[in-house]
């Protein structure tokens, strides 16, 4: 790392570290430098603190093939809980971001702008380190480190309650197969009653749909990414299927409500693995 480029760092860190109420070495050590091109070569050691840093990964029951993911646990009423709801009911592994979402954001892709490059970088490379981790456990991946069978990925997000949108789901990128993104869509509505829109370049595309369309992050465990800046690990392969889906402040405000969104997510999931 050049000079100029610690001294942005340590600029940045001066920044957010101070709003969270941290020491300069806090702030130095706050994020986990992972510079190699390839993390896969990273060493098992740096990968396990890596995890740690950045995750909470609670394993439940039998489950190897639906993993819930929550991004902003503090910031975004209830997403945490309906996370969790969804976790028991299904049995499956919950992962929660440890860190504050406006510092370090696992949705946000792997090269950002100026001063943001460190912890997007290490936070996507944790996440992987977490998914490479939990399907080799499971034994679920093929000797070419594809999976050999179908996972499901939930990643919840919350939407302020001044946008119009009830639920959203991203596509771009192709994060999962198209028929199951419209398949999850019309599940939602049917059990909900409420609107679910498709966001993304190929769907709505309206100014107010882009911070719910998906970066290319959230599809690079699925394919390759065609730009280099974005090849730092393997993909997981075509049975790898990404549901981001933001859910409005408004249906999410009441425990009632959180109890619903629980059964009828838990419901989607089920149904489009039964459909595979």
């Known amino acids: 790392m050049s000079s100029t480029e610690q001294q942005e760092k340590i600029k940045f860190y001066a920044q957010r570290g101070k709003r969270l109420g941290m020491g300069v070495s806090q702030r130095r050590e706050y994020v986990i430098d992972l510079l190699s091109p390839d993390i ?29 993911e929550v991004a902003h646990p503090k910031k975004e009423l209830n997403i945490r809980k309906i996370a969790e709801g969804v976790s028991n009911k299904l049995e499956c592994t919950l992962i929660v971001s440890k860190k504050d979402g406006d510092f370090v954001n696992i949705n946000n892709p792997w ?41 499901y990925r939930l990643s919840l997000i919350g939407i302020d309650e001044k946008k119009p949108f009830d639920i959203t789901i991203a596509t771009n990128y192709d994060p999962s197969d198209r028929t199951k993104l419209k398949r999850m869509k019309e599940i939602i509505e049917a059990e909900l009653g409420v609107s679910v829109t498709l966001a993304g370049k190929n769907d709505d595309n309206s100014e107010e749909a882009i911070d719910y369309s998906g970066y290319s992050s959230i599809s690079v465990f699925r394919k390759e990414p065609s730009a280099k800046k974005d090849k730092h690990h393997p993909a997981f392969g075509a049975k790898h299927n990404t549901f981001q889906i933001g859910i409005n402040r408004n249906l ?3 425990d009632e409500k959180v109890a619903r969104l629980v059964n009828v997510l838990s419901v989607a999931l089920q149904e489009i693995q039964n459909e595979q």
Not at 40 to 68: C, D, M, Q
Not at 122 to 151: M, P, T, W
Request: glycine share 6%; proline share 1%.
């Open 40 to 68: 896969t070569k990273v060493p098992l050691e740096t990968r396990l603190t890596a995890i740690n840093k950045y995750f909470e990964v609670i394993e439940k029951g039998k489950n190897t093939s639906t993993f819930i």
């Open 111 to 151: 090269w950002m702008g100026k001063g943001k490059k460190e912890r997007a970088r290490s936070a996507r490379a944790a996440l992987y380190f977490v998914y490479n981790k939990l399907f080799s456990e499971f034994g679920i991946l093929d000797k070419d480190s594809k999976l050999n069978q179908k996972c």
């Open 252 to 254: 999410r405000d009441s």
